[in-house]
């Protein structure tokens, strides 16, 4: 399975965008990008995936590198209930499990 | 709608006893997987079945672990002989099919054995 490399942990401000990088140099043509969130005492929630193009839904974007070598899950303004670990997961198309890596973990601030 | 389903939320078992652990997953959904987070740990994929086919078990730490799948629907992880590195919150997640599509995680069993 391809890994992918996140910080350990990021802090942001409340209201302000935060920008959550993820390398993933060893990604093959199939592997879709998955993110997830666990917030605390809870189990892991989906957050967006894509594969080659941008995506953007209600929660936040994905941005793709062209290469596809690394992404960037954007949270256009953050609160203080997006603080959780953010996990970049890659899974091949008509995969299944979920290879979860150690997560970044995003603190907020009032 | 009713989302994934877990029984019980909390189980406390004395080492060397077997546990069931339950699953309902969303109605319609063909995919489930079972994942474990011990604690300061990260999640850790058990087990997955898709459909009919045969399910994939490349997770399970050791053959007391165990799964089944009863009519497409319910899934239960049952645990034999437990041990005390067994302790872990179980939870399990179901999706309309493999990915891309997402998946829907339950509230998790935790389970600790004394």
């Known amino acids: 399975d391809a890994k992918t490399t996140q910080p350990n942990s990021m802090e942001s401000n409340e209201e302000e965008p935060v920008h959550l990088p993820c390398n993933h140099s060893?990604?093959?043509?199939?592997?879709?990008i998955h993110w997830y969130r666990q917030l605390p005492s809870q189990g892991p929630e989906y957050v967006i995936h894509g594969l080659t193009s941008n995506v953007n839904n209600r929660m936040a974007s994905l941005a793709i590198a062209e290469d596809r070598k690394s992404s960037t899950l954007i949270l256009h303004r953050a609160t203080l209930r997006d603080a959780a670990v953010y996990y970049c997961i890659l899974s091949p198309n008509q995969g299944g499990k979920l290879i979860f890596g150690q997560g970044t973990e995003l603190s907020v601030k009032p | 709608g009713a989302g994934v389903s877990q029984s019980p939320s909390n189980k406390v078992t004395e080492k060397g006893k077997d546990v069931e652990l339950r699953c309902d997953p969303i109605s319609g959904h063909t995919a489930l997987y079972w994942y474990r987070q011990s604690l300061g740990q990260g999640l850790e994929f058990l087990i997955y079945f898709q459909g009919n086919s045969a399910p994939d078990k490349s997770g399970l730490p050791s053959d007391r672990f165990s799964a089944e799948r009863t009519g497409g629907s319910v899934s239960t992880l049952t645990i034999q002989r437990t041990q005390q590195e067994d302790s872990a919150v179980y939870l399990c997640?179901?999706?309309?099919?493999?990915?891309?599509?997402?998946?829907?995680f339950g509230p998790g069993t935790r389970l600790t054995v004394t």
């Open positions: 997640a179901s999706s309309l099919g493999p990915a891309p599509y997402e998946q829907y």
């Open positions: 060893t990604i093959s043509g199939t592997d879709y």
